[in-house]
Protein backbone atom coordinates (compact mmCIF):
# COMPACT_ATOMS: atom_id res chain seq x y z
CA UNK A 1 0.00 0.00 0.00
CA UNK A 2 0.77 3.40 -0.29
CA UNK A 3 -0.41 7.32 0.93
CA UNK A 4 0.34 10.15 -1.53
CA UNK A 5 -1.18 13.35 -1.38
CA UNK A 6 -1.39 16.27 -3.62
CA UNK A 7 -2.75 19.40 -2.86
CA UNK A 8 -3.27 22.78 -4.54
CA UNK A 9 -3.21 26.00 -2.72
CA UNK A 10 -2.95 30.06 -3.30
CA UNK A 11 0.56 29.92 -2.52
CA UNK A 12 1.87 26.72 -4.71
CA UNK A 13 1.42 23.09 -4.51
CA UNK A 14 1.72 20.69 -1.50
CA UNK A 15 2.94 17.19 -1.84
CA UNK A 16 3.38 14.42 0.84
CA UNK A 17 4.45 10.95 0.09
CA UNK A 18 4.95 7.62 2.28
CA UNK A 19 7.83 5.34 1.66
CA UNK A 20 6.28 2.04 2.63
CA UNK A 21 5.80 -0.82 0.08
CA UNK A 22 5.58 -3.92 0.75
CA UNK A 23 4.39 -7.59 -0.66
CA UNK A 24 2.74 -9.61 1.95
CA UNK A 25 3.21 -7.81 6.13
CA UNK A 26 6.43 -10.13 5.78
CA UNK A 27 8.02 -8.23 3.01
CA UNK A 28 8.46 -4.93 3.63
CA UNK A 29 11.07 -1.78 1.87
CA UNK A 30 11.28 1.82 2.15
CA UNK A 31 11.31 3.26 -1.13
CA UNK A 32 10.83 6.93 -1.94
CA UNK A 33 7.46 7.70 -4.06
CA UNK A 34 8.49 11.10 -4.95
CA UNK A 35 10.28 12.55 -7.74
CA UNK A 36 11.36 16.29 -8.32
CA UNK A 37 12.53 17.23 -11.88
CA UNK A 38 13.54 20.90 -12.32
CA UNK A 39 15.08 23.15 -14.69
CA UNK A 40 15.58 26.26 -12.75
CA UNK A 41 13.89 29.17 -14.20
CA UNK A 42 12.17 26.81 -16.88
CA UNK A 43 10.00 24.26 -14.97
CA UNK A 44 9.28 22.38 -11.78
CA UNK A 45 7.72 18.87 -11.64
CA UNK A 46 6.64 16.38 -8.98
CA UNK A 47 5.38 13.14 -9.71
CA UNK A 48 4.03 10.90 -6.37
CA UNK A 49 3.10 7.22 -7.58
CA UNK A 50 0.92 4.42 -6.10
CA UNK A 51 1.09 0.66 -7.19
CA UNK A 52 3.47 -1.92 -8.79
CA UNK A 53 6.37 -0.87 -7.71
CA UNK A 54 8.41 -2.16 -10.85
CA UNK A 55 5.99 -0.48 -12.87
CA UNK A 56 6.22 3.25 -11.43
CA UNK A 57 9.88 2.38 -11.65
CA UNK A 58 10.01 1.72 -15.15
CA UNK A 59 7.66 4.68 -15.95
CA UNK A 60 10.38 7.58 -13.78
CA UNK A 61 13.51 5.63 -15.85
CA UNK A 62 12.18 5.99 -19.24
CA UNK A 63 10.98 9.56 -18.69
CA UNK A 64 14.26 10.14 -17.63
CA UNK A 65 16.10 8.45 -20.32
CA UNK A 66 14.34 10.48 -23.07
CA UNK A 67 15.20 13.01 -21.52
CA UNK A 68 18.63 12.24 -22.82
CA UNK A 69 17.35 10.58 -26.53
CA UNK A 70 14.35 12.01 -27.60
CA UNK A 71 12.12 12.09 -30.44
CA UNK A 72 8.62 13.16 -32.02
CA UNK A 73 7.38 9.74 -31.11
CA UNK A 74 9.12 10.01 -27.30
CA UNK A 75 9.19 13.62 -26.61
CA UNK A 76 10.91 14.70 -23.61
CA UNK A 77 9.75 15.67 -20.67
CA UNK A 78 11.34 18.59 -19.63
CA UNK A 79 10.42 20.49 -22.75
CA UNK A 80 7.05 20.47 -22.59
CA UNK A 81 5.76 23.18 -23.60
CA UNK A 82 2.82 23.05 -21.11
CA UNK A 83 1.89 21.38 -17.98
CA UNK A 84 -1.06 19.47 -20.11
CA UNK A 85 1.26 18.28 -22.30
CA UNK A 86 4.12 17.14 -19.55
CA UNK A 87 0.82 15.55 -18.17
CA UNK A 88 0.09 13.78 -21.12
CA UNK A 89 4.14 12.68 -21.61
CA UNK A 90 3.75 11.01 -18.43
CA UNK A 91 0.15 9.45 -18.82
CA UNK A 92 1.37 7.62 -22.11
CA UNK A 93 4.77 6.48 -20.83
CA UNK A 94 2.40 4.90 -18.07
CA UNK A 95 -0.02 3.25 -20.20
CA UNK A 96 2.63 1.67 -21.88
CA UNK A 97 4.65 0.71 -19.32
CA UNK A 98 1.25 -1.12 -17.87
CA UNK A 99 0.48 -2.24 -21.35
CA UNK A 100 3.76 -3.76 -22.04
CA UNK A 101 3.66 -5.85 -18.60
CA UNK A 102 -0.18 -7.33 -19.37
CA UNK A 103 0.18 -8.22 -22.73
CA UNK A 104 3.71 -9.98 -21.81
CA UNK A 105 1.86 -13.30 -20.42
CA UNK A 106 1.24 -11.68 -17.53
CA UNK A 107 -2.00 -11.10 -17.16
CA UNK A 108 -2.21 -10.83 -13.48
CA UNK A 109 -5.56 -8.99 -12.58
CA UNK A 110 -4.37 -5.42 -12.58
CA UNK A 111 -1.12 -6.20 -10.69
CA UNK A 112 0.73 -3.97 -12.71
CA UNK A 113 -1.64 -1.07 -12.36
CA UNK A 114 -0.04 2.14 -10.89
CA UNK A 115 -1.85 5.82 -10.08
CA UNK A 116 0.30 8.82 -10.55
CA UNK A 117 -0.23 12.28 -8.90
CA UNK A 118 2.13 15.18 -11.34
CA UNK A 119 1.76 18.85 -10.02
CA UNK A 120 4.29 21.69 -11.33
CA UNK A 121 4.81 24.26 -13.62
CA UNK A 122 6.27 25.50 -16.69
CA UNK A 123 6.84 28.76 -17.39
CA UNK A 124 4.55 30.62 -19.34
CA UNK A 125 1.93 29.04 -17.76
CA UNK A 126 -0.05 28.78 -14.40
CA UNK A 127 0.91 25.33 -11.58
CA UNK A 128 -1.73 22.62 -12.25
CA UNK A 129 -1.75 19.35 -10.57
CA UNK A 130 -3.17 16.34 -12.01
CA UNK A 131 -4.30 12.51 -10.71
CA UNK A 132 -3.24 9.91 -13.82
CA UNK A 133 -4.64 6.54 -14.33
CA UNK A 134 -3.08 3.66 -15.25
CA UNK A 135 -4.86 3.70 -18.29
CA UNK A 136 -3.30 6.45 -19.39
CA UNK A 137 -5.89 9.12 -19.28
CA UNK A 138 -6.19 11.78 -16.37
CA UNK A 139 -7.87 14.59 -14.53
CA UNK A 140 -7.17 17.95 -12.99
CA UNK A 141 -8.00 19.64 -9.52
CA UNK A 142 -10.63 22.12 -9.97
CA UNK A 143 -12.17 24.55 -7.14
CA UNK A 144 -14.18 21.45 -5.86
CA UNK A 145 -11.60 19.13 -5.95
CA UNK A 146 -8.58 20.89 -5.15
CA UNK A 147 -6.83 17.49 -4.14
CA UNK A 148 -5.71 14.47 -4.94
CA UNK A 149 -4.90 11.00 -2.58
CA UNK A 150 -3.84 7.72 -4.38
CA UNK A 151 -3.29 4.62 -2.50
CA UNK A 152 -4.64 3.90 1.07
CA UNK A 153 -7.40 7.37 0.55
CA UNK A 154 -9.85 6.36 3.45
CA UNK A 155 -8.17 6.76 6.51
CA UNK A 156 -6.90 10.17 6.12
CA UNK A 157 -10.12 11.61 3.61
CA UNK A 158 -12.14 13.13 6.05
CA UNK A 159 -10.04 15.44 7.85
CA UNK A 160 -8.85 16.87 4.52
CA UNK A 161 -12.67 17.25 3.71
CA UNK A 162 -13.10 19.26 6.81
CA UNK A 163 -9.90 21.66 6.79
CA UNK A 164 -8.46 22.08 3.50
CA UNK A 165 -8.51 25.65 2.59
CA UNK A 166 -7.16 26.89 -0.57
CA UNK A 167 -5.35 29.57 1.86
CA UNK A 168 -3.32 27.23 3.98
CA UNK A 169 0.57 28.22 4.64
CA UNK A 170 3.06 26.05 4.03
CA UNK A 171 3.05 25.08 7.59
CA UNK A 172 -0.35 24.67 8.54
CA UNK A 173 -0.48 22.28 5.34
CA UNK A 174 2.29 20.40 6.71
CA UNK A 175 0.54 19.97 9.89
CA UNK A 176 -2.97 19.01 8.27
CA UNK A 177 -0.96 16.17 6.12
CA UNK A 178 0.99 14.90 9.08
CA UNK A 179 -2.44 14.48 10.60
CA UNK A 180 -3.65 13.24 7.73
CA UNK A 181 -0.92 10.35 7.46
CA UNK A 182 -0.89 9.47 11.09
CA UNK A 183 -4.41 8.45 10.76
CA UNK A 184 -3.72 6.08 7.68
CA UNK A 185 -0.94 4.90 9.33
CA UNK A 186 -2.27 4.29 12.55
CA UNK A 187 -4.91 1.90 10.69
CA UNK A 188 -3.03 0.45 7.53
CA UNK A 189 1.01 -1.10 8.10
CA UNK A 190 1.29 -0.43 4.22
CA UNK A 191 1.75 2.97 5.18
CA UNK A 192 4.85 3.81 6.95
CA UNK A 193 7.22 6.96 7.48
CA UNK A 194 9.44 8.55 6.73
CA UNK A 195 7.40 10.82 4.59
CA UNK A 196 8.99 12.96 2.27
CA UNK A 197 7.04 16.34 1.52
CA UNK A 198 7.51 19.29 -1.41
CA UNK A 199 5.99 22.65 -1.27
CA UNK A 200 6.35 24.15 -4.88
CA UNK A 201 6.02 27.87 -4.32
CA UNK A 202 3.95 29.05 -7.33
CA UNK A 203 5.91 30.65 -10.15
CA UNK A 204 9.50 29.51 -8.25
CA UNK A 205 9.71 27.37 -11.34
CA UNK A 206 12.73 25.63 -8.92
CA UNK A 207 12.09 23.16 -5.78
CA UNK A 208 10.51 24.76 -3.22
CA UNK A 209 10.65 23.27 0.55
CA UNK A 210 11.25 19.82 0.56
CA UNK A 211 12.37 17.42 2.73
CA UNK A 212 11.81 14.10 4.82
CA UNK A 213 9.61 13.29 8.23
CA UNK A 214 10.99 10.41 10.02
CA UNK A 215 8.91 8.79 12.45
CA UNK A 216 10.86 9.37 15.21
CA UNK A 217 10.66 13.32 14.29
CA UNK A 218 9.81 15.37 17.42
CA UNK A 219 7.51 17.65 15.86
CA UNK A 220 5.43 14.65 13.87
CA UNK A 221 5.32 12.78 17.11
CA UNK A 222 4.41 15.62 19.48
CA UNK A 223 1.44 16.22 16.43
CA UNK A 224 0.47 12.47 16.80
CA UNK A 225 -0.05 12.61 20.34
CA UNK A 226 -1.42 15.57 20.48
CA UNK A 227 -4.37 14.97 17.60
CA UNK A 228 -5.85 12.24 19.66
CA UNK A 229 -6.07 14.30 22.81
CA UNK A 230 -7.65 17.20 20.61
CA UNK A 231 -9.89 15.28 18.77
CA UNK A 232 -11.18 13.47 22.12
CA UNK A 233 -11.49 17.21 23.46
CA UNK A 234 -13.49 17.74 20.16
CA UNK A 235 -15.76 15.08 20.30
CA UNK A 236 -16.86 16.43 24.20
CA UNK A 237 -17.59 19.61 22.75
CA UNK A 238 -20.67 18.48 21.16
CA UNK A 239 -23.71 17.60 23.24
CA UNK A 240 -24.43 14.39 24.69
CA UNK A 241 -27.21 12.84 22.67
CA UNK A 242 -30.97 13.43 23.57
CA UNK A 243 -34.14 12.78 22.23
CA UNK A 244 -36.43 15.18 20.24
CA UNK B 1 -22.34 -0.38 0.86
CA UNK B 2 -23.00 -0.49 4.64
CA UNK B 3 -22.08 0.90 7.78
CA UNK B 4 -22.63 -1.10 11.33
CA UNK B 5 -20.92 -0.75 14.73
CA UNK B 6 -20.99 -3.16 17.62
CA UNK B 7 -19.29 -1.89 20.67
CA UNK B 8 -18.71 -3.09 24.30
CA UNK B 9 -18.91 -1.04 27.11
CA UNK B 10 -19.28 -1.53 30.56
CA UNK B 11 -22.92 -0.81 30.91
CA UNK B 12 -23.96 -2.75 27.76
CA UNK B 13 -23.49 -3.25 24.14
CA UNK B 14 -23.88 -0.28 21.49
CA UNK B 15 -25.29 -1.02 18.16
CA UNK B 16 -25.98 1.13 15.39
CA UNK B 17 -26.62 -0.05 11.06
CA UNK B 18 -27.06 2.31 8.51
CA UNK B 19 -30.30 1.46 6.20
CA UNK B 20 -28.85 1.83 2.83
CA UNK B 21 -28.67 -0.81 0.17
CA UNK B 22 -27.29 -0.63 -3.68
CA UNK B 23 -27.10 -1.92 -6.81
CA UNK B 24 -24.82 0.44 -8.69
CA UNK B 25 -25.87 4.10 -7.56
CA UNK B 26 -28.89 4.43 -9.73
CA UNK B 27 -30.18 1.53 -7.46
CA UNK B 28 -30.59 2.63 -3.91
CA UNK B 29 -33.58 1.27 -1.78
CA UNK B 30 -33.86 1.77 2.18
CA UNK B 31 -33.74 -2.23 4.37
CA UNK B 32 -33.45 -2.15 8.53
CA UNK B 33 -30.36 -4.20 8.90
CA UNK B 34 -30.44 -4.51 12.40
CA UNK B 35 -32.63 -7.34 14.16
CA UNK B 36 -33.63 -7.89 18.15
CA UNK B 37 -34.80 -10.78 19.12
CA UNK B 38 -35.96 -10.94 23.03
CA UNK B 39 -37.59 -13.14 25.34
CA UNK B 40 -37.64 -10.91 28.54
CA UNK B 41 -36.22 -12.04 31.28
CA UNK B 42 -34.08 -15.05 29.05
CA UNK B 43 -32.41 -13.21 26.72
CA UNK B 44 -31.74 -10.62 24.32
CA UNK B 45 -29.94 -10.29 21.13
CA UNK B 46 -29.25 -8.16 18.69
CA UNK B 47 -28.03 -9.15 14.72
CA UNK B 48 -26.58 -6.31 12.37
CA UNK B 49 -25.71 -7.28 9.02
CA UNK B 50 -23.51 -6.62 6.17
CA UNK B 51 -23.48 -7.76 2.34
CA UNK B 52 -25.87 -9.40 0.39
CA UNK B 53 -29.25 -8.93 1.20
CA UNK B 54 -30.88 -11.70 -0.32
CA UNK B 55 -28.23 -14.14 1.98
CA UNK B 56 -28.63 -11.64 5.25
CA UNK B 57 -32.38 -11.67 4.77
CA UNK B 58 -32.56 -16.09 4.23
CA UNK B 59 -30.00 -15.77 7.39
CA UNK B 60 -32.47 -14.31 9.87
CA UNK B 61 -35.48 -16.02 7.89
CA UNK B 62 -33.87 -19.61 8.99
CA UNK B 63 -33.24 -18.17 12.19
CA UNK B 64 -36.59 -17.57 13.02
CA UNK B 65 -38.40 -20.94 11.27
CA UNK B 66 -36.35 -22.82 13.14
CA UNK B 67 -38.08 -21.29 16.13
CA UNK B 68 -40.79 -22.62 15.21
CA UNK B 69 -39.81 -26.30 13.93
CA UNK B 70 -36.43 -26.69 15.85
CA UNK B 71 -34.97 -30.24 16.28
CA UNK B 72 -31.03 -31.32 17.13
CA UNK B 73 -30.07 -30.95 13.62
CA UNK B 74 -31.16 -27.42 13.58
CA UNK B 75 -31.13 -25.79 17.00
CA UNK B 76 -33.50 -22.58 17.59
CA UNK B 77 -31.68 -20.03 18.41
CA UNK B 78 -33.82 -18.63 20.96
CA UNK B 79 -33.24 -21.31 23.37
CA UNK B 80 -29.35 -21.63 22.88
CA UNK B 81 -27.99 -22.01 26.09
CA UNK B 82 -24.87 -19.87 25.97
CA UNK B 83 -24.26 -16.38 23.57
CA UNK B 84 -21.55 -18.68 22.14
CA UNK B 85 -23.89 -21.50 21.52
CA UNK B 86 -26.04 -18.66 19.57
CA UNK B 87 -23.66 -17.10 17.69
CA UNK B 88 -22.63 -20.92 16.42
CA UNK B 89 -25.93 -21.17 15.46
CA UNK B 90 -25.94 -18.30 13.11
CA UNK B 91 -22.49 -18.73 12.02
CA UNK B 92 -23.43 -22.39 10.80
CA UNK B 93 -26.62 -20.64 9.33
CA UNK B 94 -24.91 -17.89 7.40
CA UNK B 95 -22.27 -20.49 6.29
CA UNK B 96 -24.69 -22.96 5.02
CA UNK B 97 -26.96 -20.01 3.05
CA UNK B 98 -23.62 -18.93 1.33
CA UNK B 99 -22.88 -22.20 0.37
CA UNK B 100 -25.86 -23.05 -1.30
CA UNK B 101 -25.83 -20.23 -3.10
CA UNK B 102 -22.29 -20.28 -4.55
CA UNK B 103 -22.81 -24.23 -5.24
CA UNK B 104 -26.17 -23.58 -7.02
CA UNK B 105 -24.22 -23.00 -10.10
CA UNK B 106 -24.18 -19.19 -9.08
CA UNK B 107 -20.24 -18.80 -8.48
CA UNK B 108 -19.84 -15.10 -8.53
CA UNK B 109 -17.17 -14.04 -6.61
CA UNK B 110 -18.47 -13.68 -3.20
CA UNK B 111 -20.99 -12.16 -4.03
CA UNK B 112 -23.10 -14.10 -1.78
CA UNK B 113 -21.13 -13.43 0.97
CA UNK B 114 -22.45 -11.34 3.89
CA UNK B 115 -20.55 -10.44 7.32
CA UNK B 116 -22.30 -10.27 10.94
CA UNK B 117 -22.50 -8.97 14.57
CA UNK B 118 -23.86 -10.38 17.33
CA UNK B 119 -24.37 -9.36 20.51
CA UNK B 120 -26.28 -9.89 23.70
CA UNK B 121 -26.84 -11.57 26.64
CA UNK B 122 -28.61 -15.06 27.81
CA UNK B 123 -29.23 -15.63 31.48
CA UNK B 124 -26.62 -17.02 33.41
CA UNK B 125 -24.02 -15.70 31.02
CA UNK B 126 -22.43 -12.22 30.47
CA UNK B 127 -23.04 -9.64 27.40
CA UNK B 128 -21.02 -10.94 24.43
CA UNK B 129 -20.14 -9.49 21.37
CA UNK B 130 -19.55 -11.01 18.09
CA UNK B 131 -18.29 -10.46 14.58
CA UNK B 132 -19.38 -13.86 12.29
CA UNK B 133 -17.74 -14.12 8.69
CA UNK B 134 -19.20 -15.57 5.77
CA UNK B 135 -16.94 -18.79 6.21
CA UNK B 136 -18.73 -19.38 9.39
CA UNK B 137 -16.60 -18.75 12.32
CA UNK B 138 -16.16 -15.75 14.20
CA UNK B 139 -14.42 -13.81 16.93
CA UNK B 140 -15.42 -12.30 19.84
CA UNK B 141 -14.28 -8.26 21.62
CA UNK B 142 -11.76 -8.33 23.76
CA UNK B 143 -10.04 -5.60 26.15
CA UNK B 144 -7.82 -4.67 22.85
CA UNK B 145 -10.51 -4.78 20.65
CA UNK B 146 -13.80 -3.61 22.03
CA UNK B 147 -15.86 -2.88 19.11
CA UNK B 148 -16.52 -4.29 15.56
CA UNK B 149 -17.35 -2.58 12.57
CA UNK B 150 -18.60 -4.37 9.22
CA UNK B 151 -19.39 -3.00 5.54
CA UNK B 152 -17.11 0.55 4.64
CA UNK B 153 -15.58 0.56 8.04
CA UNK B 154 -11.94 3.05 6.87
CA UNK B 155 -14.24 6.17 7.32
CA UNK B 156 -15.15 5.99 10.32
CA UNK B 157 -12.31 4.27 11.68
CA UNK B 158 -9.96 7.04 13.43
CA UNK B 159 -12.76 8.70 15.37
CA UNK B 160 -13.50 5.52 16.93
CA UNK B 161 -10.01 4.02 17.46
CA UNK B 162 -9.28 7.59 19.47
CA UNK B 163 -12.16 8.57 21.29
CA UNK B 164 -13.61 4.95 22.04
CA UNK B 165 -14.00 4.85 26.23
CA UNK B 166 -15.69 1.44 27.94
CA UNK B 167 -17.66 4.10 30.28
CA UNK B 168 -19.01 5.70 27.49
CA UNK B 169 -22.93 6.16 28.59
CA UNK B 170 -25.67 5.24 25.66
CA UNK B 171 -25.63 9.18 25.15
CA UNK B 172 -21.89 9.38 24.50
CA UNK B 173 -21.87 6.52 22.79
CA UNK B 174 -24.42 8.05 20.56
CA UNK B 175 -22.38 11.13 19.82
CA UNK B 176 -19.75 9.14 19.27
CA UNK B 177 -21.48 6.80 16.79
CA UNK B 178 -23.43 9.77 15.25
CA UNK B 179 -20.14 11.45 14.45
CA UNK B 180 -18.28 7.95 13.01
CA UNK B 181 -21.67 7.64 10.68
CA UNK B 182 -21.54 10.78 9.70
CA UNK B 183 -17.77 11.02 8.69
CA UNK B 184 -19.01 7.73 6.72
CA UNK B 185 -22.03 9.05 5.17
CA UNK B 186 -19.93 12.20 3.81
CA UNK B 187 -17.78 10.09 2.23
CA UNK B 188 -19.19 6.93 0.83
CA UNK B 189 -23.19 7.46 -1.50
CA UNK B 190 -23.39 3.08 -0.37
CA UNK B 191 -23.90 4.42 3.46
CA UNK B 192 -27.03 6.63 4.77
CA UNK B 193 -29.52 7.40 6.91
CA UNK B 194 -31.85 6.50 8.56
CA UNK B 195 -29.61 5.08 11.07
CA UNK B 196 -30.97 2.32 13.50
CA UNK B 197 -29.62 2.24 17.13
CA UNK B 198 -30.28 0.08 20.28
CA UNK B 199 -28.45 0.51 23.14
CA UNK B 200 -28.27 -3.42 25.74
CA UNK B 201 -27.99 -2.66 29.09
CA UNK B 202 -26.62 -5.23 30.84
CA UNK B 203 -28.46 -8.12 32.74
CA UNK B 204 -31.62 -6.31 31.23
CA UNK B 205 -32.44 -9.32 29.56
CA UNK B 206 -34.77 -7.36 27.33
CA UNK B 207 -34.46 -4.30 24.37
CA UNK B 208 -33.15 -1.10 26.08
CA UNK B 209 -33.53 1.65 24.24
CA UNK B 210 -33.58 2.21 20.61
CA UNK B 211 -34.59 3.71 17.92
CA UNK B 212 -34.02 5.35 14.46
CA UNK B 213 -32.40 8.73 13.86
CA UNK B 214 -33.96 9.99 10.58
CA UNK B 215 -31.31 12.27 7.91
CA UNK B 216 -33.44 15.67 9.07
CA UNK B 217 -32.85 14.39 13.04
CA UNK B 218 -32.29 18.32 14.38
CA UNK B 219 -29.40 16.26 16.97
CA UNK B 220 -28.03 14.65 14.26
CA UNK B 221 -27.87 17.66 11.28
CA UNK B 222 -26.54 19.66 14.85
CA UNK B 223 -23.51 17.18 15.27
CA UNK B 224 -22.32 17.24 11.85
CA UNK B 225 -22.33 20.37 11.30
CA UNK B 226 -20.82 21.34 14.79
CA UNK B 227 -18.66 18.22 13.79
CA UNK B 228 -16.59 20.09 10.80
CA UNK B 229 -15.79 23.06 13.19
CA UNK B 230 -15.14 21.18 15.98
CA UNK B 231 -11.95 19.06 13.75
CA UNK B 232 -10.84 22.59 12.10
CA UNK B 233 -10.79 23.93 16.03
CA UNK B 234 -8.85 20.69 17.06
CA UNK B 235 -6.29 21.09 14.04
CA UNK B 236 -5.66 24.61 14.84
CA UNK B 237 -5.22 24.11 18.40
CA UNK B 238 -2.09 21.80 17.42
CA UNK B 239 1.33 24.06 16.52
CA UNK B 240 2.05 24.83 13.09
CA UNK B 241 4.93 22.93 11.20
CA UNK B 242 8.55 24.04 12.46
CA UNK B 243 11.49 22.69 11.44
CA UNK B 244 13.75 20.84 14.50
Chains 1, 2 share one sequence.
Not at 172 to 183: G, H, I, Y
Request: aromatic residues 10%.
Amino acid sequence: MTYCVGMALKDGLMFMSDTRTNAGVDNISTYRKMVIWEVPGQLCLTLLSSGNLATTQAVISQLEERGKAHDDRNPDLLSAPSMFQAARIVAETLHEVVAAHETGGMKADSAFHATLILGGQIAGGPPRLFLIYPEGNFIETTEDSPFFQIGETKYGKPILVRAYDKDLSFEQAMRLLLVSFDSTMKANLGVAPPFDYHFYAADGLSRGRSGRIQGDDPYFNHISEAWGQALKDALRSLPEYSEG
